[in-house]
C-alpha cells in the first residue's frame, strides 16, 4: 500500500507541476495582459483555484515522498487540507457560476443585456470566494484541523452544511450545462456555436470526469462518519484526478484557442487566450479578428 501511495504521490507531483506552470501563464495573461470581460474574470478566478488547489497538493505529495524514504516524518501542517477544500470549493463555485450565468444569456438574452450590471462578474466571484472562506475555516476549526480541539456535534453540521452546498454546485452546473447543450443542438432557434461555448463546455466536462471525484469523496467521508473506512489509495486516486482537472483547464483554453488555425496565423499565447474566450462565429480570417466578450468589466 505504501508504495502505491508513493507512486500516486509522484503522479500528483508531476500534474500539479504542469498545472501550476499552466494556470501560472494564464493569470498572468488575463490578469496583467488583457482587457478583462464578464466571462474572462471567471475564468481568471477559475485559475487561481486551481493555481492555489495545485500548490497545496504538491506540498502534500512531497511531504508523502519525504516520509517514505526518510525515518524522521514530516508532517503537512493541517491547517492545508483546510486550504485545500478552499480552493476546491471556489474553483467549483467559480465555473458553476460561469455556467449558470452563460445560460442566462442564452435563455434570456434581452432581460440579460438590459438588466446585468456592468461589474456583476466582479461581484459573483468576490461573494464565491468569501463564501467558500466562510465554509472552511469554521469547518477546520471544529474538525481538528485549525487547532486540536475537536467539536464533534458541530463538525458534523458543517460537513453537512459543506456537503449539501457541494451538491447544489454540482446540480447547479449540470442542470446549466445540459441547458446549454440542449440549446446548441436542438430546438428551432439554435444558437450558434462560439469558441467560448466550447471552452465552457470541455471545462464542464473535464470537472465532471476527473474534478467531481474529490468532492464526492468528502461527501461520502462525512455519510459514513468514519476515515479508516475509504483506503487511502482511494483518496490520493482523487487528489490524481482533481489535479488533472485543474491541469486540463490552461489546455483547454489554448487548445481551443489554436483550434482550426493554420501555424502562422496562431499568434502568441495572447492571442490564443483570446480566441478561446471568442463569443461570435468564426468567419473567414477568425485568427485577425478576435471578440473576446460581449460585456466588458
Request: charged content about 15%; glycine content about 6%.
Amino acid at each position: 500500500p505504501h508504495r502505491r501511495n508513493l507512486i500516486l504521490a509522484f503522479l500528483t507531483l508531476f500534474i500539479a507541476l504542469i498545472g501550476v506552470a499552466g494556470n501560472a501563464v494564464v493569470l498572468w495573461l488575463l490578469g496583467c495582459c488583457m482587457r478583462r470581460n464578464a466571462f474572462s474574470i471567471y475564468i481568471l478566478n477559475l485559475a487561481a483555484a486551481d493555481f492555489l488547489f495545485l500548490c497545496f497538493q504538491i506540498i502534500d505529495s512531497l511531504e508523502e515522498v519525504f516520509n517514505f524514504f526518510s525515518s524522521i516524518s514530516m508532517p503537512t501542517p493541517r491547517f492545508f487540507m483546510i486550504v485545500s477544500n478552499f480552493a476546491y470549493l471556489a474553483g467549483l463555485s467559480m465555473l458553476s457560476a460561469m455556467s449558470t450565468e452563460r445560460c442566462m444569456s442564452v435563455l434570456w438574452p434581452i432581460w440579460y443585456r438590459c438588466h446585468r450590471w456592468r461589474h456583476t462578474s466582479a461581484v459573483v466571484c468576490a461573494l464565491l470566494w468569501a463564501l467558500s472562506l466562510s465554509l472552511s475555516i469554521p469547518e477546520g476549526k471544529y474538525c481538528g484541523f485549525l487547532i486540536k480541539w475537536h467539536d464533534y456535534e458541530w463538525c458534523q453540521i458543517l460537513d453537512f452544511i459543506t456537503s449539501a452546498w457541494l451538491m447544489v454546485l454540482f446540480v447547479t452546473l449540470s442542470g446549466s450545462s445540459l441547458t446549454l447543450i440542449v440549446k446548441i443542438l436542438c430546438g428551432s432557434q439554435r444558437v450558434p456555436v462560439t469558441r467560448l461555448y466550447v471552452t465552457i463546455g470541455l471545462t464542464v466536462l473535464v470537472f465532471l470526469s476527473f474534478g467531481l471525484p474529490f468532492g464526492m469523496y468528502w461527501f461520502l467521508l462525512f455519510w459514513i462518519l468514519r476515515y479508516d473506512v475509504i483506503p487511502c489509495e482511494s483518496f490520493w486516486v482523487t487528489v490524481v484526478l482533481s489535479c488533472v482537472n485543474s491541469c486540463a483547464n490552461p489546455i483547454i483554453y489554448f487548445f481551443v484557442g489554436s483550434f482550426r488555425q493554420r501555424r502562422w496565423k496562431r499568434g502568441t499565447l495572447k492571442l490564443v487566450l483570446q480566441r478561446a474566450m471568442q463569443d461570435t462565429p468564426d468567419e473567414g480570417d477568425s485568427g485577425s479578428r478576435v471578440s473576446s466578450g460581449n460585456l466588458g468589466e
